[in-house]
């Protein structure tokens, strides 16, 4: 049974950071781009970012420079990376493995002013 778990989020003021993790078991890691999604209260969810299998790294342009995916296969986990966090930035945070169509429960992020 395929399973993400994310953990990592948290209350921090602006300017901070946070680094999100996602642990995902019963699939083959490797074989799989990692994106990561938000979703803030009363908005839609939105993409924030990719890695795939080979690295290769895109963000969206409303955490370009201030977000950084990673991925360890040999832990099956992806990370994100959060500094210089805003309060606009306050949203559940999601992972997904395309591969598999599957997706975490989400872990929450709050920026306070």
């Known amino acids: 049974q395929v399973q993400l778990v994310e953990s990592g989020g948290g209350l921090v003021q602006a300017g901070g950071s946070l680094r999100l993790s996602c642990v995902l078991s019963g699939r083959i890691f490797s074989l799989t781009n990692m994106n990561w999604y938000r979703q803030a209260p009363g908005k839609q969810r939105e993409w924030v970012a990719t890695?795939?299998?080979?690295?290769?790294?895109s963000y969206a342009d409303s955490v370009k420079g201030r977000f950084t995916i990673s991925r360890d296969n040999a832990k099956n986990t992806t990370y994100l990376q959060m500094t210089s966090l805003k309060p606009g930035d306050t949203a559940v945070y999601y992972c997904?493995?395309?591969?598999?169509?599957?997706w975490g429960r989400g872990t929450q992020v709050t920026v306070s002013a």
């Open positions: 890695i795939t299998v080979g690295g290769g790294t």
């Open positions: 997904n493995a395309v591969l598999y169509d599957s």
